[in-house]
C-alpha cells in the first residue's frame, strides 16, 4: 500500500472548503477531463501515486445535461467503485447529488466506456471496500478524517 501524503493541518483542512479551493477543483478537474477525453484515456488517466482515473458522466439534477468528472475508481470485474470524498471537503460533490437523483451514468476508462447503474454501498459493503480504497489510494484515510460527513461509497453495476 502506498503511503499517505502528510495529513492537513486544522487550518488547511479549514480551508478545503474555501470558494478558492472549490474553484481550483472545477478548473482542474475540467482540465484533465478535456485531457483524458481528447488523448482517449492516454493522458489524464492516473493520479497521485498511480492511482487510475476514469471520467463519470452524469446527468445534470437541474440542468438535464451531461456532466462529467474526473474521479479515481476501483474495478471489480464490470463493477465500478467510486468515492465522494471531494478531498474530504464538508460536503458531497455535485457529481454524487447528479447520480443520486438520477442513476444511470457512464464510466469511462482508457479501456472502454461503460453503461451502469449506480447506488449508495451497503454498510457490509463499506466495510469490505474501505480497505480496498485504502490500499488503492491511501489520502482516502486523510479525507475521512478531515470531515464530519461520511463520505459515501458508490457501487456502479452493469445497466
Request: proline residues 6%; glycine residues 8%.
Amino acid at each position: 500500500m502506498a503511503e499517505p501524503s502528510r495529513p492537513l493541518s486544522g487550518k488547511q483542512i479549514e480551508s478545503l472548503n474555501s470558494a478558492k479551493v472549490g474553484t481550483a477543483i472545477k478548473w482542474m478537474s475540467k482540465a484533465q477531463t478535456w485531457l483524458f477525453k481528447k488523448s482517449n484515456g492516454k493522458l489524464g488517466n492516473k493520479f497521485l501515486r498511480g492511482a487510475e482515473v476514469g471520467i463519470l458522466t452524469t446527468t445534470g439534477r437541474k440542468s438535464g445535461e451531461p456532466r462529467d468528472s474526473p474521479l479515481l475508481f476501483l474495478q471489480e470485474g464490470r463493477r465500478i467503485v467510486l468515492v465522494a470524498s471531494q478531498g474530504g471537503r464538508a460536503t458531497n460533490p455535485m457529481w454524487y447529488l447528479n447520480l443520486k437523483a438520477d442513476p444511470k451514468i457512464r464510466f469511462q476508462t482508457k479501456a472502454g466506456v461503460f453503461d451502469l447503474i449506480a447506488r449508495d454501498a451497503t454498510d457490509a459493503e463499506r466495510d469490505e471496500y474501505w480497505p480496498k480504497l485504502d490500499a488503492m489510494y491511501a489520502d482516502f484515510a486523510n479525507y475521512r478524517s478531515y470531515t464530519d460527513r461520511k463520505i459515501p461509497i458508490v457501487i456502479c453495476d452493469p445497466a
